[in-house]
């Protein structure tokens, strides 16, 4: 099973840019990276996704090396609205299922 | 567009009752899926569906049932309730696998208090 291990907190200033990395040591070939987003009471929602490189859309920034091992989101110029738990997700094959569990996440805390 | 739809929103019950939630997605996906998530803590896996007729057990299945009898409606069904299963509970679905690129969409969720 391909486990995620990110921090669990972060804090940043209003502007900044932030990134959060997520670890994924037995990532499979075919898996993709995605990451969701979760505000307090809320479910969670679809950021951004990759396979290998860069991906960038209006939202956020994906990283990934050539070994897929780890993964980095980028936040550019975070604004109080960005304060939510952010989810590194990685799909596991379980008897031929694709079992899809979420890791803790990572709570970002934007500070004025 | 509806989504996933979930229901009921709130809902206190009392220690030894049964109740289901219900949950619908108008988006004609395969995959379903239930989590529950505890107050400050992760989302866990509590079971999942790959098609109608199709289910498996997730992370935390223990003191609950589902059935898939059609590709909307995947109810989670709770047995006899114990104060812990207090949590929120969402309902989410997917065309295919997550793994392989498919996007999982959730519900608003359903707060769930066993008193």
């Known amino acids: 099973l391909a486990k995620t291990t990110q921090p669990i907190s972060m804090d940043s200033y209003e502007g900044q840019e932030v990134n959060i990395t997520c670890s994924h040591n037995n990532i499979a070939t075919n898996d993709y990276i995605t990451w969701y987003q979760q505000f307090p009471s809320q479910g969670p929602r679809f950021i951004i996704q990759g396979y290998k490189t860069k991906v960038t859309n209006e939202v956020a920034s994906l990283f990934i090396p050539a070994d897929r091992k780890s993964s980095t989101l980028s936040l550019p110029r975070v604004s109080l609205s960005d304060t939510a738990v952010y989810y590194c997700l990685v799909g596991a094959n379980s008897g031929g299922y694709q079992k899809v569990t979420f890791g803790t996440g990572t709570k970002l805390q934007v500070i004025p | 567009n509806a989504g996933v739809t979930q229901t009921p929103k709130f809902r206190i019950l009392k220690i030894g009752q049964s109740m289901t939630l219900q949950c619908t997605q108008d988006m004609n996906h395969n995959y379903m899926y239930w989590y529950r998530q505890d107050p400050g803590m992760g989302l866990k896996l509590i079971y999942y569906s790959v098609g109608a007729g199709i289910t498996d057990k997730g992370e935390v299945p223990n003191g609950y049932n589902v059935s898939r009898s059609t590709t909307e409606d995947f109810p989670l069904r709770l047995e006899l309730a114990a104060p812990s299963q207090t949590s929120v509970y969402f309902c989410?679905?997917?065309?295919?696998?997550?793994?392989?690129?498919?996007?999982?969409?959730f519900g608003e969720g359903s707060w769930l208090t066993v008193v």
């Open positions: 989410a679905s997917s065309w295919g696998g997550a793994s392989s690129g498919n996007t999982i969409y």
